[in-house]
């Protein structure tokens, strides 16, 4: 059984950028992390938090492979982890409370 896919009303559609999303939001003062933030959508979504000023936070148990697809990105933490997605939730917590 399908459900219907139906509009939500956002403004935005199949052909939206992260930048058409992200517009006249401002992030400065924020912080974000961002799992699989090295690479596909979530090196797509990390761009797109640092351009509106987020500071971005990356996990990543691979540091090099990483740091090679974040270079030249200002604004962005590489924090090198060994943990399971099991241990998600207590790394979130983790840097939620480290506070600025």
Do not use: C, W
């Amino acid at each position: 059984m399908s459900t219907p896919q139906k509009p939500i009303g956002s403004g935005f559609g199949a052909a939206s950028t992260a930048d058409d999303v992200i517009k006249d939001i401002a992030l400065s003062n924020r912080v974000a992390i961002v799992t699989g933030g090295s690479s596909g959508i979530g090196l797509e979504t990390t761009r797109t938090l640092v351009s509106a000023g987020a500071r971005v936070i990356v996990p990543a148990r691979d540091h090099h492979k990483a740091a090679t697809a974040l270079e030249g990105l200002d604004g962005v933490e590489l924090y090198f982890a060994r943990f399971s997605l099991r241990l998600s939730e207590r790394l979130v917590l983790a840097f939620a409370s480290q506070g600025e």
